[in-house]
C-alpha cells in the first residue's frame, strides 16, 4: 500500500493507493476522527459489486452506516440527484460530525461531494475511487459539482476529501469502455506536464489497458502525484490549474450537446485533445509530428479524436463554458508533449478549422 499527501494546510489528505485494499477502508476512514454515522454514497452497478463490502468494512471499524444507491450514469449528476440525497441524509440522522463516503466513479465522486460540501454547510467526505478516472483524476483535488442541462459542472465549489482510498483491484470489473475512458485523462497528464509519463504511456499501453498491476499502479500513482503538484500550486484554479482543463473546452462543449449522454467523459475529453492540439499545431505552437504521436497514442488507446457534430453547432455553445471570459472560451494548448499554456484569443473561425481538420 502506497500513500500520497496533497498538501493544503489544514485541508492536507492522503491518497492511499494498492491492490487489494477494499475491506481495510474501515480501518483507515476511522483514523480521521469522524463519525459515528457516515453516509456511503454509491450508484446501483457499483453497489452491486462493492456495496456490501464497503459496509461491512465500515461497521466493523465501528461506524453506523447510512445507505444509498442512485442509478448509474452522468445524467444522474444533477441538482435532483442531490435533493434525493440531502433528503436521505436527513432522514437517517446524519450529523454534522458525521461524514460521506462516496464510493463509485466521478459521477458519484461530484455529486456525493457536492452534497458533503453543502449539507450542513459541510460535512467531511471521503472518496473511494472505483473507475480508472475517477483513481487518476476526479477523486483528487476537490472539485465537487452537479451539472447543469445548459452547462458541465456549472453548479459546485471546492471542497477537498478527508482522504481518498484506492483499490486498483476493483478496475477488474469496469467496462474495457471505462478503462478507456480513464486513460484519456491519463494521456492529458502525460502532454500537460510529463514527457517521460506519456513516452512511458506509449510504451506500455498494452499492459495498462490489460490493467496488468504493476503499470496500473505506476499509472495511478504517478497521474494522482502529476495532479497533486496541480493542485497544490493553485487549490481555486486562479491559475495554473487551468491546465488541468486541457481538452475540457471542446469536452464539455460535447459533454452538453448530447445531453451527457452519449459520450464517457474520458472519450469527449480525447476529442477536445486532439482539437486543442490541431489549433495548436495551426498556430505554429506545435509541431506536426507531436500532434501525431498524441492523435496515436489517443487512437490506440480506442478514443475518439473527433466528433460527428456540425462545427457550428459546437461553437455555439462554447461561450456558455464556464472558464469564457468575456463571451471568448478559453483553450489550454500544447506546445510541446509536456508542456501547454491558456490561451483567451482563439478564434470561432480556428476552432471550425480544427473540429473539420480531426474529421478529415
Ligand atoms: N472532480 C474532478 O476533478 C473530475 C475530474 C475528472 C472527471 N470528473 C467527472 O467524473 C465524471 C466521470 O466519471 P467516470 O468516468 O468515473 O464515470 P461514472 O462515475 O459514470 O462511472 C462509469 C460507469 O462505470 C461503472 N462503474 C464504476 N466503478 C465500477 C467498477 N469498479 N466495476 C464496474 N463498473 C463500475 C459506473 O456504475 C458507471 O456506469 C464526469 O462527470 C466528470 O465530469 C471530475
Ligand atoms: O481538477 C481539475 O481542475 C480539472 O480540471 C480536472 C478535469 O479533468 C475535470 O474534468 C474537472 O471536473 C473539470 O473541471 P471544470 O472546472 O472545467 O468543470
Ligand atoms: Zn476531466
Given at each position: 500500500m502506497d500513500s500520497l499527501r496533497v498538501e493544503l494546510g489544514e485541508r492536507s489528505y492522503s491518497i492511499v493507493i494498492?491492490?487489494?485494499?477494499?475491506?481495510?477502508?474501515?480501518?483507515?476512514?476511522?483514523?480521521?476522527?469522524?463519525?459515528?454515522?457516515?453516509?456511503?454514497?454509491?450508484?446501483e452497478i457499483v453497489g452491486s459489486l462493492y456495496g456490501e463490502r464497503v459496509k461491512n468494512s465500515l461497521k466493523k471499524a465501528g461506524f453506523e452506516v447510512l445507505y444509498r444507491e442512485l442509478p448509474a450514469g452522468e445524467q444522474y449528476k444533477s441538482l435532483q440527484s442531490a435533493e434525493i440525497l440531502y433528503t436521505a441524509a436527513l432522514d437517517g440522522g446524519l450529523e454534522r460530525g458525521g461524514a460521506v463516503v462516496a464510493l463509485g466513479g466521478g459521477v458519484i465522486g461530484d455529486l456525493a461531494g457536492f452534497v458533503a460540501a453543502t449539507y450542513m454547510r459541510g460535512v467531511s467526505y471521503i472518496?473511494?475511487?472505483?473507475?480508472?478516472l475517477a483513481q487518476v483524476d476526479s477523486s483528487v483535488g476537490g472539485k465537487v459539482a452537479v451539472?447543469?442541462?445548459?452547462?458541465?459542472?456549472?453548479?459546485?465549489?471546492?471542497?477537498?476529501?478527508r482522504l481518498t482510498f484506492t483499490d486498483v483491484q476493483v478496475l477488474r470489473t469496469l467496462e474495457p469502455r471505462e478503462v478507456r475512458s480513464g486513460l484519456a485523462e491519463v494521456i492529458k497528464y502525460g502532454v500537460i506536464r510529463d514527457a517521460a509519463f506519456f513516452r512511458y504511456l506509449e510504451e506500455n499501453l498494452e499492459e495498462v489497458m490489460a490493467l496488468q498491476e504493476e503499470a496500473l499502479i505506476r499509472v495511478v500513482k504517478r497521474s494522482c502525484a502529476v495532479k497533486a503538484e496541480i493542485v497544490q500550486m493553485d487549490e481555486r484554479e486562479k491559475g495554473p490549474r487551468a491546465i488541468l482543463n486541457f481538452g475540457h473546452t471542446i469536452g464539455h462543449a460535447l459533454e452538453a450537446l448530447t445531453g451527457y449522454r452519449v459520450y464517457r467523459h474520458?472519450?469527449?475529453?480525447?476529442?477536445?485533445?486532439?482539437?486543442?492540439?490541431?489549433?495548436?499545431?495551426?498556430?505554429?505552437?506545435?509541431?506536426?509530428?507531436e500532434r501525431e504521436r498524441l492523435v496515436c497514442l489517443l487512437r490506440r488507446a480506442g478514443l475518439p479524436v473527433s466528433s460527428p457534430f456540425k462545427a457550428e453547432d459546437v461553437v455555439r455553445i462554447l461561450p456558455r463554458d464556464k472558464k469564457a471570459h468575456r463571451g471568448r472560451p478559453?483553450?489550454?494548448?500544447?506546445?510541446?508533449l509536456g508542456r501547454v499554456e491558456?490561451?483567451?484569443?482563439?478564434?470561432?473561425?480556428?476552432v471550425v478549422a480544427a473540429?473539420?481538420?480531426?474529421r478529415s
Open positions: 494498492g491492490s487489494g485494499i477494499l475491506d481495510s477502508l474501515g480501518e483507515a476512514v476511522g483514523q480521521l476522527g469522524c463519525g459515528p454515522r457516515l453516509f456511503l454514497v454509491t450508484d472518496q473511494v475511487p472505483t473507475t480508472l451539472n447543469h442541462p445548459l452547462g458541465k459542472n456549472t453548479i459546485g465549489c471546492f471542497y477537498q476529501p474520458g472519450e469527449a475529453i480525447a476529442v477536445g485533445m486532439a482539437v486543442a492540439s490541431a489549433i495548436a499545431a495551426a498556430r505554429g505552437l506545435l509541431k506536426e509530428a478559453r483553450f489550454v494548448l500544447p506546445l510541446t491558456v490561451f483567451d484569443d482563439v478564434s470561432d473561425d480556428e473540429l473539420e481538420e480531426c
